[in-house]
């Protein structure tokens, strides 16, 4: 199976599926090194982040799996572990992630460092799946576990530190989620609010953070 989504073999994977349903829901590793598992649903959207195929092919094979009976939560929905729409949101996976949203996905649950889907969306500055889950009513002033801090210090936390490769739509982001009622004010826990994140540099989000 991990070959035939390498592959985004479509009738590969539907063949399979239809042969062995169980495989919806089999954890696949990541590697022959690193042997970590994770559900379909996740592992579709590591691809889209290795640029393997793109957001479009992993929604169709991601309906595949669905339609074949794929949990939406993947196996073992614990806390601080991704469910597949965290995985979505944080490997810049967007059109899955809405998918998985429609799907009637648990957008509340805190994945890695406790964060939720939107503390990921816009640590990454993924601002389509920030809307969609402003719209669905996600927690917008919610603090993650480890670092005490709400979706807007990530966004600003994921421009200012996240290198070259995670620059997208932050700002974007944060305009989103001020909008929607994102208090500036809440520190994280060394007691840092988004303004101390900020430089010279950083003029456009200075002016929407005043």
Request: glycine share 6%; aromatic share 8%.
């Amino acid at each position: 199976m991990k070959e035939l989504i390498a592959a985004a073999d479509y009738k590969g994977i539907q063949d399979l599926l239809s042969q062995h349903p169980a495989l919806a829901n089999e954890e696949i590793p990541f590697d022959e090194k690193n042997t970590a598992t994770a559900h379909p649903l996740h592992r579709i959207c590591d691809g889209v982040f290795a640029n393997k195929y793109t957001d479009e092919q992993a929604v169709e094979m991601a309906r595949l799996f669905l339609d074949a009976g794929a949990r939406i939560e993947g196996n073992d929905p614990k806390e601080k572990k991704d469910t597949p729409l965290v995985a979505a949101a944080s490997l810049h996976a967007d059109q899955v992630a809405l998918l998985y949203i429609d799907n009637k996905a648990n957008i509340h649950h805190p994945g890695c460092h406790g964060g939720t889907a939107l503390h990921w969306a816009a640590w990454c500055g993924r601002d389509v799946v920030v809307q969609k889950l402003v719209s669905e009513n996600a927690a917008i002033n919610r603090l993650c576990f480890d670092f005490k801090s709400t979706p807007l210090f990530w966004a600003v936390h994921g421009l200012r530190f996240g290198g070259e490769g995670n620059r997208h739509h932050q700002v974007e982001c944060a305009r989103l989620l001020l909008a929607a009622g994102a208090d500036k004010t809440i520190p994280n826990f060394e007691g840092y609010t988004v303004h101390d994140l900020l430089t010279e540099q950083d003029s456009e989000l200075k002016v929407l953070l005043q």
